[in-house]
């Protein structure tokens, strides 16, 4: 049976999103995404479309349609957040489905795991157009803040970015049982490292102990991709 994944890269076009410390919140929600479907691909049963793939405009009722026209199985609007704080935090809409809620509760601390030493806002509710538009259950992440000078520094790094692609991505495999690919016994060896889609370099300084990012990379390596620490 497939799952069909549909990911909302936030804004795009002549809508930026947050800007701030030389970031738009459109470039990093696009990245974020990308990463995802990349990730995902190593996985089956899955098929997985995005709303945008380029930096174009799309409105909020024009996504939440296309995840509808296509019966999506799940809907995931990555963004951004700004305001003053600091975190991640993640929304389901105000008058959940069973099934939001129950996504929300295994896939909101993946990805908390994942990007380390970092505010947990918690679990919220909104009345969010996407996220209230789309008939199949669905999830918005605002994953750290763009005007927050600590925050802002993480989003600058790309491995940082992989990391938060990586905890949507493990939420997902555990919320629908998703199963890696198995390798063709006819197959040629892995390519080197340098070959590889993702190489995670786990930065230190995200995390308050250097055992946790430790962890963090011994579990990446465990699931068969490349990483190491970083400071």
């Known amino acids: 049976m497939m799952v069909k994944i549909f990911i909302d890269p936030g804004h795009g076009g002549n809508d930026p999103g947050a800007v701030a410390n030389g970031l738009k919140e459109k470039d990093l929600t696009l990245k974020i995404a990308k990463k995802i479907q990349s990730l995902l691909s190593e996985y089956e049963g899955v098929s997985v479309k995005l709303s945008r793939t380029t930096d174009v405009y799309l409105s909020l009722s024009e996504r939440a349609d296309m995840a509808n026209k296509w019966e999506a199985d799940y809907f995931i609007s990555v963004h951004i957040n700004a305001g003053g704080g600091t975190g991640f935090e993640s929304y389901i809409y105000n008058k959940p489905s069973t099934k939001s809620v129950a996504y929300q509760n295994v896939i909101h601390p993946e990805i908390m795991k994942a990007i380390g030493n970092v505010k947990d806002r918690g679990k919220k509710r909104a009345n969010f157009a996407v996220v209230r538009e789309t008939k199949m259950p669905a999830i918005l992440t605002e994953n750290l803040f763009i005007d927050n000078s600590s925050d802002a520094a993480k989003l600058k790094s790309d491995s940082f970015l ?14 629908f049982g998703l199963k890696k690919k198995a390798a063709s016994k006819s197959s040629p060896a892995k390519p080197a490292v340098s070959n590889q889609k993702e190489v995670y370099r786990v930065q230190v300084g995200a995390f308050a102990d250097r055992k946790n990012a430790e962890k963090l990379a011994a579990e990446l390596k465990k699931k068969g991709y490349p990483a190491f620490i970083t400071k």
């Open 162 to 175: 992989s990391q938060i692609a990586f905890g949507h991505v493990q939420g997902l495999v555990k919320a």
